[in-house]
Nanobody
Framework: QVVESGGDLVQPGSSLRLSCTFS????????MGWYRQAPGMRRELVAS????????NYADSVKGRFTISRDNAKSAGYLQMNSLKPEDTAVYYC?????????WGQGTQVTVSS
């Protein structure tokens, strides 16, 4: 089971930290990604991190503002979001991928508005 948390309504320029937990005994085997979907838009990849945390990738729109991380000992992943913009408004989803299996959470709403 994948569970996201941390979404909120914030003003532009604010920061938020999203968290994601995944109930599996082999958490460290899974690569992780954060995706988002705005109303009427396709779901897009925001950031990804390898199973051991050694490699990260970001969408151009969030580079320098968002940081993805994970703690394999806690079976948890995070997305630190700084300098939030109204265009970051979306439902954010956590995804875990390994060996052809893919697991999604229910999403957490992030709204950036003044």
């Amino acid at each position: 089971q994948v569970v996201e948390s941390g979404g909120d309504l914030v003003q532009p320029g604010s920061s938020l930290r999203l968290s994601c937990t995944f109930s599996t005994r082999i958490f460290s085997f899974y690569a992780m990604g954060w995706y988002r979907q705005a109303p009427g838009m396709r779901r897009e990849l925001v950031a990804s991190i390898s199973n051991d945390g050694g490699n990260t990738n970001y969408a151009d729109s969030v580079k320098g503002r968002f940081t993805i991380s994970r703690d394999n000992a806690k079976s948890a992943g995070y997305l630190q979001m700084n300098s939030l913009k109204p265009e970051d408004t979306a439902v954010y989803y956590c995804n875990f991928d390994f060996g052809g299996a893919s697991y999604w959470g229910q999403g957490t709403q992030v709204t950036v508005s003044s």
